[in-house]
């Protein structure tokens, strides 16, 4: 690229070019001439550029890097290309995603947490400033198209409602010219809350018909890839392709779950142990490196009740089903691009995992997760599990797998996600293929590298720079490194020298091979840990230049050593906007303390018939208080039928609505047990107002209450709630005004045809006057519960 081409580039968007030439009068003049106009393109040699990221996966989940789930289409791909064992992630989905797409460390960029925990803090805000443009509006104003498939958690929870603004959205600030997927951390596989750019959209089609969330986002990507090239075939494209597989719930079909049948039966720590010989064998560890010990905090496989195993060998068939089934619609897509012709010149990166894996399901794993986060979790009791061992990924299930599992997916290292201190929460194993720039098949790359190195590598291949403004503002520098120089240089020494980590407290440092650690919280506590003062964590140090796993703490024989690297991550801790650090529960999820926007205050909401996908954080919150739901409607002749009202989803919320021509009133709790309250009598034709009112009965959280039905004023209907979810119902079903849209709340009707047949003027909810009691105030550890639901 020429230095007068670099310059031109470097301030997007690029200016039109001036007119050139003599002006005539009469286009007819034989003086008259035009240069053709131009379409923007990105410098020759571009490549295509895919980004697979997995949710969720651990560095020894998938085949290709040594674990027990199959995946083909991974290993296909490392055929022809590198394989990066040291390529490490941020620990959690919304920090690695913002990292990943901007170049920039999670911090810098304003998401160091998720979404729902934001603070007024620079580095905690889930605000991405407007100095570091996304990479795909980078690519997008130098002629790239651009597309995302899949998850997105990177939008401040007070601009996700369908009222925007849509500055964070994929198709917004994003620079994604096209999304198809969901907003949020994650979604229901059978029943996912989708849309289409800015716009909610309905799927068609129902579970027992087929549908799936990974197929469905895997045929969009390819009809919007075959489109691009059968009407701009020299116009490369950038497709991010971020599937909700494998985070919980773990939802696939029963007959790729099954296909593990009898394969876990050895439980996890035999499972461990087969990985790491695997990941010996195939090199992608050294042969001197150590399978790291279980923690205590993680029981035993032969400590666990015979009665649970069944169950807790279901969940890792089911895990491994689920994980298998996403790389077989991975597979589709890279058949797209061979059947394209379109391979060669596509830099694909494969990312297994946006941090380690999970271990938020407990220690025994869960049915419904919102049990457990909104601390119901004794309610599902070996018994009740067992009974439903044949629905687990099922569209009736909401399932997690135990602490165990997820601690065997992250082999040979320690600790899982969320735990930014150790490589079990941060190294993810990743491919590499562009058969146009990479020499090398099926080789191993052991340079260091993190997700803020993919965005200057993509830039680099693509001839592009590194923008100097955006829209008129001077972009900061971007922090990543390219990883180009190591992709045809096994022995290059590598680029990336010092990186910090931090998530929830838990903190680290790379420098040089070295490490320095520290573990502030155990993930899957939720209650009762005990945190300790910043100051009194006990930090460890590991030579990752001989001990490849972190297995031999050095921090009592090379105190110097220790206290020199935790300068550094102090250093690097202020450059990158990591301090204050920040553990507390209850006031970063309460908006006020911590300063984040919030949509609606006071004790009353309007909302208005069509409204729909409404988030809990776009709605008051009627948990835990009295409240009301009034509605005015037009009934047409032939009686009343359908949705007025619903919140929640199969997994837990509540609905109005008219059944058989009477008011009915249904509370799921988790999906445990339904709470029918119905009217004596049909609602007649006409205008008429219906009322539920919600008596709680106090006492605490999740208590029960009254519920009556009234009509035009007139006691039509009373039953008891015996109990209620304190926390949330659902991560991605929202609340509906008319209809209810993904998984039903009430088993009275289906997921299509439950749209009110009358028409609705207008619904308000209302508070009572007992909202503000100290006993209905929730607790930190009760907020963690919140937090934990979004991630």
Known sequence: MSSEEKLFRSHLPMSNAARRGSITYDAKDPDSTFPPIEQLRPPKGAPNVVLILIDDAGFGSASAFGGPCSTPNAERLAARGLKYNRFHTTALCSPTRQALLTGRNHHSAGMGCITEAATGSPGYSSVLPNTMAPLAKTLKLNGYGTAQFGKCHEVPVWQTSPAGPFDAWPTGGGGFEYFYGFIGGEAHQWYPSLYEGTTPIEVKKTPEEGYHFMEDMTDKAIGWIGQQKALMPDKPFFVYFAPGATHAPHHVPKEWADKYKGKFDQGWDALREETYARQKKLGVIPSDCELTPRHEQIPAWDTMPEEMKPVLRRQMEVYAGFLEYADHHVGRLLDTLEQLNLTDDTLIYYVIGDNGASAEGTLIGAYNEMANF??????????????????????????????????????????????????????????????????????????????????????????????????????????????????????????????????????????????????????????????????????????????????????????????????????????????????????????????????????????????????????????????????????????????????????????????????????????????????????????????????????????????????????????????????????????????????????????????????????????????????????????????????
């Not at 930014?420 to 562009?434: D, K, L, P, Q």
């Not at 001990?547 to 050095?554: I, M, V």
């Not at 119905?678 to 006409?686: I, M, V």
């Not at 519920?707 to 929202?734: C, E, I």
Request: aromatic content about 8%; overall charge negative; glycine content about 12%.
């Open 374 to 791: 909104n601390g119901l979790a004794s309610l599902e009791t070996p018994q009740f599990l067992m009974e439903r061992l044949d629905k687990l990924g099922g569209p009736e299930s909401y399932n997690h797998y135990a602490v165990g599992w997820a601690h065997a997916m992250n082999t040979p290292y320690q600790w899982t996600k969320q735990v930014a201190s150790h490589w079990g929460g941060t190294r993810n194993g990743t491919i590499v293929s562009w058969p146009n720039g990479i020499k090398g098949k099926g080789e191993i790359r052991t340079q260091f590298h993190h997700v803020i190195d993919f965005a200057p590598t993509v830039l680099e291949a693509a001839g592009l720079p590194q923008p100097a403004s955006v829209d008129g503002i001077s972009q900061a520098p971007i922090e990543g490194v390219s990883m180009l120089y190591s992709m045809n240089d096994q022995k290059a020494a590598e680029r990336r020298e010092t990186q910090y980590f931090e998530m929830f407290g838990n903190r680290g440092i790379y420098h040089k091979g070295w490490t320095a650690v520290t573990r502030h919280k155990t993930p899957w506590l939720l209650v009762g840990d005990t945190i300790p003062a910043f100051d009194d964590d006990t930090w460890e140090l590991y030579d990752t230049n001989t001990d490849w796993s972190q297995a031999r703490d050095l921090s009592k024989q090379m105190p110097d050593k220790l206290r020199e690297l935790q300068r550094l991550w102090l250093i690097e801790a202020t450059r990158y906007n990591v301090l204050p650090l920040d553990d507390r529960a209850a006031e970063r999820f309460n908006s006020d303390l911590a300063g984040r926007p919030v949509l609606i205050r006071g004790n009353t909401q309007i909302l208005f018939g069509g409204m729909g996908r409404l988030s809990e954080n776009s709605v008051i919150s009627i948990k835990n208080k009295s409240h009301s739901v009034t509605a005015e409607l037009d009934v047409p002749e032939g009686g009343a039928e359908g949705v007025i009202i619903a919140q929640g989803s199969n997994i837990g919320g509540w609905v109005l609505y008219a059944k058989g021509g009477n008011l009915k009133y249904c509370y799921n709790l988790i999906g445990v047990q339904h709470f029918f309250v119905e009217s004596q009598s049909n609602l007649p034709a006409g205008r008429h107002q219906v009322r539920m009112e919600f008596a709680y009965a106090g006492g605490g959280l999740g208590k029960g209450g009254s519920v009556t039905l009234f009509v035009d004023g007139k006691q039509v209907g009373k039953g008891d709630v015996g109990a209620t979810a304190p926390m949330v119902f659902s991560a991605d079903d929202g609340l509906d005004v008319g209809c209810d849209t993904g998984a039903p709340v009430s088993p009275d009707y289906g997921p299509h045809g439950n749209e009110f047949n009358g028409s609705i003027r207008g619904v308000q909810l209302a508070l009572g006057e007992d909202a503000n009691q100290p006993e209905h105030q929730v607790s930190p550890e009760d907020a963690l519960r919140v937090a934990m639901a979004r991630q």
